[in-house]
């Protein structure tokens, strides 16, 4: 599939059959989502991978009992790192090994402008691991679907018992789940004519913005 038939042939899926994804099959969808872009390319996002039932049951718990969360064949936890350090001395050195950069003084002053960052309220930098994590958690869905494998993001979870329950370190940020497994054949979520979209008219805004446009709702013509 083209990018632009598996965006619109996508959908957040509920109902998931029995045919289990292999490793290579994943292996291939993280490692496609590993390409998302996050600012400075600091790329803060790590990804918890749960197949067995009992890991799968534990997260249904915390997950309000969403049954879809056992029922597919793997459930992602999106999880962001708060500190922008994390990885930067790791990414500048390839920087400038690919020579992005020039030299050690601005692969130096780089460093500066991320560990300024690293001082940021806890809450901005939520926010700051939340924007790239959320670009590759999407990336991450149509990554599977281009496989043939259906996904779904969820927010409905309590961040505070899944970090209990997975014993995630401080500093990491619960972002969604993602459920990821084969569709069932009779999958309501995929047969069913695609849910309306706001129209570009609506939501695109050049040069000023105007939020008094009127709501309205159409299926977009796209992906053959």
């Known amino acids: 599939m083209g990018f632009t038939e598996v965006a619109a042939t996508r959908r957040s899926v ?3 059959s029995d045919d289990p994804i292999d490793r290579s099959t994943l292996d291939t969808i993280f490692e496609t989502a590993t390409l998302a872009p996050s600012g400075y390319n600091l790329q803060p996002w790590e990804f918890l991978v749960l197949r067995d039932d009992e890991t799968k049951t534990a ?3 915390v997950a309000s009992g969403q049954e879809h969360v056992v029922d597919a064949d793997t459930a992602v936890v999106i999880l962001g790192n708060t500190d922008p350090m994390a990885h930067a001395e790791t990414v500048f050195d390839d920087w400038l090994a690919k020579e992005y950069i020039p030299n050690e003084d601005v692969r130096d002053t780089l460093l500066d402008n991320v560990e300024a960052m690293a001082g940021m309220s806890e809450a901005e930098r939520r926010v700051w691991t939340t924007r790239s994590s959320a670009l590759a958690a999407m990336t991450l869905m149509y990554a599977a679907w281009e496989h043939g494998v259906a996904s779904c993001p969820m927010e409905g979870f309590d961040d505070d018992a899944l970090v209990q329950t997975f014993d995630i370190p401080d500093g990491y940020e619960p972002v969604m789940i993602v459920t990821l497994g084969y569709p069932d054949e009779e999958a309501s979520d995929i047969e069913n004519e695609r ?3 706001r129209p ?3 939501v695109v805004h050049y040069e000023s913005f105007d939020p ?3 709501t309205t709702l159409e299926t977009p013509d796209i992906g053959g």
């Open 59 to 61: 997260l249904k718990e």
């Open 212 to 214: 008094s446009a009127e």
């Open 200 to 202: 570009i008219e609506n």
């Open 14 to 16: 509920h109902q998931y």
């Open 195 to 197: 849910k309306g979209r």
